[in-house]
């Protein structure tokens, strides 16, 4: 079964300062995807990034990135010079192949401060 | 393109009486997926659904819970006799055909359900 492990609860930072949100998880399977979303204080979810696990290549997008490592199980979540409208709820989600829950970890609430 | 519509937005109920939560799937999509998020707690999955079929309902409550998605119209999740315990947000996703599994999952906007 899949397990997600996001042990930072909160995360408070001032805008412009890069924050990094971890991301631990454990799988039998091989293959599977891998994705974040956000939920923004609206409630809604937003899609963000989905990683498929033999590709280890590091991703960039405008100020967010992600760093996918295998060996470790981990898929962290950076955001670069930080911005109010990026307070939000994280969520980090696993998705075995051929399975259709995504298994969401607990989420980290990231607010970022003026 | 539309995206995932759920109504209602916000729904109110008693203790004892029954919760309809609807999600009509983006064009072209059959593959539907109910989520719930507790207060404060991450989404759970629900069951997951393609047109007429129940595929896996693993993470329903065995009792006062049923969903449905038939062949013409929305999604339906169905909540009998609510209790204080069901308040939540209900999400519904949706994939197309084909991609289920291996592609991103489009949530609707969600249903927040409270039940006095």
């Known amino acids: 079964a899949q397990k997600v492990t996001q042990a930072q609860t909160e995360i408070s930072v001032v805008e412009k300062e890069d924050v990094t949100l971890d991301c631990v998880y454990e799988?039998?399977?091989?293959?599977?995807?891998l994705f974040w979303y956000k939920q923004p204080p609206s409630g809604e979810l937003v899609f963000l990034i989905r990683r498929n696990s033999f590709d280890e290549q590091n991703e960039i997008s405008g100020r967010y990135s992600w760093n996918f490592q295998k060996s470790t199980s981990s898929f962290n979540f950076t955001i670069t010079a930080s911005q109010v409208v990026d307070s939000a709820v994280y969520f980090c989600a696993p998705l075995p192949p051929g399975a259709q829950k995504l298994v969401f970890g607990q989420g980290t609430r990231l607010t970022i401060n003026p | 393109n539309a995206g995932v519509m759920q109504n209602p937005r916000h729904l109110v109920r008693r203790r004892g009486q029954e919760a309809r939560l609807r999600c009509s799937p983006m064009?072209?999509?059959?593959?539907v997926y109910w989520y719930r998020q507790l207060p404060e707690e991450g989404l759970k999955f629900m069951v997951y659904?393609?047109?007429?079929?129940?595929?896996?309902e693993s993470g329903m409550p065995k009792e006062r819970f049923s969903a449905e998605f038939p062949k013409e119209g929305p999604s339906i999740l169905r909540i009998q006799q609510v209790v204080r315990g069901d308040s939540a947000a209900y999400f519904c996703?949706?994939?197309?055909?084909?991609?289920?599994?291996?592609?991103?999952?489009?949530f609707g906007p969600g249903t927040r359900l409270t039940v006095l």
């Open positions: 996703a949706s994939s197309p055909p084909g991609l289920a599994g291996v592609g991103e999952q489009f």
């Open positions: 064009k072209g999509h059959s593959h």
């Open positions: 799988t039998r399977d091989t293959t599977y995807y």
């Open positions: 659904l393609q047109k007429e079929n129940i595929i896996d």
